[in-house]
């Protein structure tokens, strides 16, 4: 079976740094995936790491440790708007199914 | 584009009912998804196509979900009869397995209540 875990929520002030963990157990693993969801809305992708290392898009970066069962999402120079539900997502084996988080409420404050 | 398109927005419904929900992906995605999210259970994938073909199923809760890919640029999930416990919302997403493949770009969802 598939289980992740990551915290259900996170407070960060505007222009902080904060960092969104999550670990996995799969019996496939092939890469690790984050999604963004404003309330309301779609998940919009925003990253995705299938080998060992940081992977850097403009404010966002994502983090796997495949030894580890460990990534996570850093997002520099908090916005207001980013406030919203992050998910990591695994991929398992070389199919296309994904196994979502709980997700993880980041809640930005002025 | 215009991205995932998802027909209905909101739907309500009353317990026993046939729901028809329907989704357009991108033009030129091999893969379609459905997913369904709620509070307790989170994003579950629930069934998947590649080409038309249905290559998953397994997240199919039971048998009064049905879903169907009549060809390239139309889906649709069914539930018949509804029951309460089957209000959430519904995504479809869709993707290509060329590229950056690993995305999955989600439509809007169809929010489903069942009374």
């Known amino acids: 079976g598939q289980s992740l875990e990551q915290p259900s929520e996170v ?11 999550c670990t ?6 092939y890469g690790l995936s984050w999604y963004q969801q404003h309330d309301g809305g779609a998940p919009t992708f925003l990253s995705y790491n299938a080998l060992d290392g940081l992977e850097e898009t403009g404010r966002f970066s994502s983090f796997l440790s495949r030894s580890d069962s ?10 207001m708007k980013d406030s919203a539900s992050y998910f990591c997502a695994v991929r398992e ?18 | 584009d215009a991205g995932v398109i998802q027909s209905p ?23 379609l998804f459905w997913y369904r999210q709620t509070m307790m259970r989170g994003l579950e994938l629930l069934i998947y196509f590649n080409n038309n073909v249905p290559i998953d199923d397994s997240g199919m809760p039971e048998d009064r979900f049905s879903a169907k890919m009549p060809n390239a ?15 959430a919302v519904y995504f479809c997403a869709s993707r290509t397995s060329g590229g950056a ?4 770009y989600f439509g809007p969802g169809t929010r489903l209540l069942v009374l």
Do not use: W
């Not at chain 1, 460990?70 to 916005?79: A, D, F, T």
């Not at chain 1, 084996?93 to 002025?110: A, C, D, E």
């Open chain 2, 101 to 104: 493949g690993e995305t999955q």
């Open chain 2, 73 to 87: 640029s139309f889906s649709t999930l069914k539930i018949q009869p509804s029951e309460p416990r089957d209000s």
């Open chain 1, 11 to 21: 407070t960060a002030v505007e222009g902080a740094i904060v960092q969104i963990n």
């Open chain 2, 9 to 31: 927005r909101h739907e309500v419904t009353e317990m026993g009912q046939e729901v028809t929900l329907r989704c357009k992906p991108i033009s030129g995605h091999d893969y």
């Open chain 1, 70 to 79: 460990y990534g996570y999402l850093l997002l520099q120079e908090l916005q």
């Open chain 1, 93 to 110: 084996g070389n199919f296309n199914k994904f196994y979502f988080g709980s997700g993880t409420k980041l809640n930005v404050k002025p």
């Open chain 1, 24 to 29: 996995y157990q799969t019996s496939g693993f």
